[in-house]
C-alpha cells in the first residue's frame, strides 16, 4: 500500500489493489460513476477514420471481502453520437461499405465482477469468458500523483444462440492525487479517468469478412451521483434506457444481495 516513504518504484498488483479502489470506487459501498466522453475510430490496415462519437456510463458498488479483495457490482449504458452534433446516433452513414447503417445502442446488463487479492479483475460468471487476461498496472507515481491502469483483454461469450463471441480489449487509467491516498479517511479519491478500447466491428455496421477493427479513446471522471452526470448523458440514458437509469442502487440490488450473501472470493 502506498506510504508516506515510497519513492517512484515498480509497485506490485497487490499493492496497488487498495489505491486503484479508492481511486475508481470506493472503499464504503457507496455508487461510483465512471463517466468518460470519446470517439471511435476504425482501423484499416496503417489507417485510422473518425466513426462516431461515444459517451460510456459505468455504474458501480464496491464491496471489500474478508481475504482483501473487493467484489464489484456493476452495469454500463454507452451510447453512439453523431461527431458533429453531439446528439444520438440514430443512423450512420458507414464509409467503407456505403451504406445507412441502423446504429444499435446496447447496455451492459448488470453483473458482479471480482478484483483479486494480486489484483488481477475477473467476472463472476467465468462460464461467460475465455482467454481472460486482466490486471493492475501502475502507469506513474510521482510525488504528488499515481496513475493506474486496469487492463483487460477477454472473449466474452454470448449469452443469445447463434451470435458470435465478442473478443475486448479495454484500458481504464484513473490519476489522482497521492495525498489522497494515502489519507486513511478518505474512503474515495477524487479521480480522472482515461479509457481505451481496441475490438472488432460492432455487429450493425454489418462489414461482413471485411478487415479491420476498431479503436476507442475517451476520458472523463469518477462521479458519486446522478446529478453528477452530464445533462447530454442523462438525456440520451433515460431516453434509451429509463428502466436502468431511473435508480442504479435499484438496478444493482440483486447483485448487491448476491455479493453480501457470497463468502469472499
Same mark, same amino acid.
Given at each position: ?37 470519446? #470517439? $471511435?475510430?476504425? !482501423?484499416?490496415?496503417?489507417? %485510422? +477514420?473518425? *466513426? ?8 458501480? &458498488? ?45 447496455? #451492459? $446488463?448488470?453483473? !458482479?465482477?471480482?478484483?483479486? %487479492? +494480486?489484483? *488481477? ?8 469468458? &475465455? ?46 492525487? $497521492? ?87
Amino acid at each position: 500500500m502506498l506510504n508516506g516513504t515510497l519513492g517512484a518504484a515498480p509497485l506490485g498488483a497487490a499493492e496497488l489493489l487498495t489505491p486503484f479502489i479508492k481511486l475508481a470506487g470506493s472503499l464504503d459501498e457507496r455508487l461510483v460513476v465512471w463517466w468518460v466522453k470519446g #470517439r $471511435r475510430y476504425g !482501423i484499416v490496415g496503417a489507417q %485510422a +477514420t473518425p *466513426l462516431f462519437g461515444m459517451e460510456v456510463g459505468r455504474f458501480c &458498488r464496491f464491496f471489500r471481502q474478508a481475504n482483501g479483495s473487493f467484489m464489484l457490482a456493476m452495469f454500463e449504458l454507452s451510447y453512439y453520437t453523431d461527431t458533429a452534433t453531439g446528439q444520438l446516433l440514430e443512423k450512420f452513414q458507414n464509409p467503407y461499405t456505403g451504406l445507412v447503417n441502423e446504429v444499435m445502442q446496447v447496455a #451492459r $446488463r448488470p453483473d !458482479i465482477c471480482h478484483y483479486t %487479492a +494480486t489484483g *488481477l479483475y475477473v467476472p463472476a460468471d467465468k462460464n461467460r469468458i &475465455r482467454c481472460y487476461r486482466g490486471q493492475l498496472e501502475a502507469v506513474s507515481v510521482g510525488i504528488d500523483t499515481i496513475q493506474i491502469e486496469s487492463a483487460v483483454s477477454a472473449e466474452m461469450l454470448s449469452p443469445f444462440p447463434r451470435t458470435p463471441s465478442r473478443s475486448i480489449n479495454e484500458y481504464t487509467t484513473a490519476t489522482g492525487l $497521492r495525498s489522497d491516498l494515502q489519507d486513511p479517511r478518505t474512503m474515495s479519491a477524487p479521480a480522472a479517468l482515461s479509457y481505451r478500447t481496441v475490438q472488432a466491428w460492432e455487429p450493425w455496421m454489418k462489414m461482413g469478412d471485411r478487415s479491420g477493427h476498431m479503436t476507442g479513446r475517451a476520458s472523463g471522471r469518477k462521479l458519486e451521483s446522478l446529478a453528477e452526470l452530464p445533462p447530454a448523458y442523462l438525456q440520451m440514458a433515460r431516453a434509451i434506457h429509463p428502466w436502468l437509469i431511473r435508480d442504479p442502487i435499484e438496478t444493482l440490488s440483486v447483485q448487491v444481495e448476491n455479493i453480501r450473501n457470497s463468502p469472499a472470493g
